[in-house]
């Protein structure tokens, strides 16, 4: 599912690149995104429950949590660019920062194998 998240982030990067590169419309980005949360939400809960089960292994529990905690966040950042973005395809503020979120999350999916 993990991979899967990576796929999905990695396809909006595209269109947000292609669009700039083209100098054309940024397709509506935001149903993808809001996609990528959903999926790593339950990423989020499956990590929360298994890190509950290395009690005993506390760098393992702490590294599962950290990781969670960042593609959570970087998520939810994705969301909120894809929303500006979909208001004004030449924010630049928002297109740094999708493209940097996206590279957390994809950084968590690297760190995590």
Known sequence: MLEAVADAVAQLVLFSVEAEENNSMLPNIVPGAEAVQRAVDVLVDIASELAAKYGSEKNIQDKMLESAKVIKKATQQ???????????????????????????????RINSF
């Open 78 to 108: 994705i969301v909120d660019d894809a929303k500006a973005l979909h208001v004004d395809q030449f924010n630049q503020v928002a297109k740094k920062s999708l493209l940097r979120s996206a590279k957390e999350v994809l950084q968590v």
